[in-house]
């Protein structure tokens, strides 16, 4: 059973990567921060009497889970409000990066030259923005493999799919990546 010592360690240890991950997949700062807090209260609510082993697969589905529901929950508003719209006015400004670079306080960023630094932030720019352009479930196998670093079997129970679901979707999730940032002379 975690202590709620180790729950709270084991939330700050996952929060930005979830964020990140739920920004990749919603595209939107504000929605993604609520599906990572509706995410972690489901888990301290119904799972925080679990062994702290257990946690990490289980926050996983949650996160999968939720962000399937606001998914849905999109389009079910989209499909009452679509035409809202003609009766708003136009006062939105619309100008944000919905994957502004955090800004990291690495040591190793201090020595690196400005101009590496501005390569490096160009690269991985750019390979976020081809990440974005993934299927949705090549994505998100893709972000649990190499991002979370889950295991296959652990990915394929997040994505309640099977296994070799979750090999297809990464190796073609690889490919495609590796195709694209090559055409844009990215080589890593």
Not at 54 to 72: A, G, H, K, V
Request: charged fraction near 30%; hydrophobic fraction near 40%; charge should be negative.
């Amino acid at each position: 059973m975690a202590t709620e010592q180790e729950l709270s360690d084991f939330l700050k240890s996952v929060e930005k990567r979830a964020f990140k991950r739920s920004v990749y997949h919603v595209r939107n700062d504000e929605a993604a921060l609520d599906i990572v807090q509706d995410s972690m209260m489901k888990l301290v609510e119904h799972y925080g009497h679990k062994p702290i082993a257990e946690l990490p697969m289980l926050f996983q589905r949650i996160l999968s889970n939720c962000t399937l529901d606001w998914f849905r929950r999109q389009k079910t508003r989209n499909a009452l409000f679509s035409n809202m719209s003609d009766f708003e006015a136009d006062d939105s400004d619309g100008d944000f990066d919905l994957l502004e670079t955090l800004n990291t306080t690495d040591s190793s960023n201090q020595t690196e030259s400005a101009e590496s630094q501005t390569e490096r932030a160009q690269v991985l720019h750019e390979i976020e923005k081809e990440i974005l352009e993934l299927p949705a479930r090549q994505r998100e196998a893709f972000l649990m493999r190499y991002w979370e670093d889950l295991d296959v079997a652990e990915t394929a129970a997040a994505m309640g799919c099977s296994e070799g679901s979750v090999k297809t979707h990464c190796s073609r999730a690889v490919q495609a990546l590796s195709k694209a940032l090559k055409a844009k002379g990215i080589r890593l």
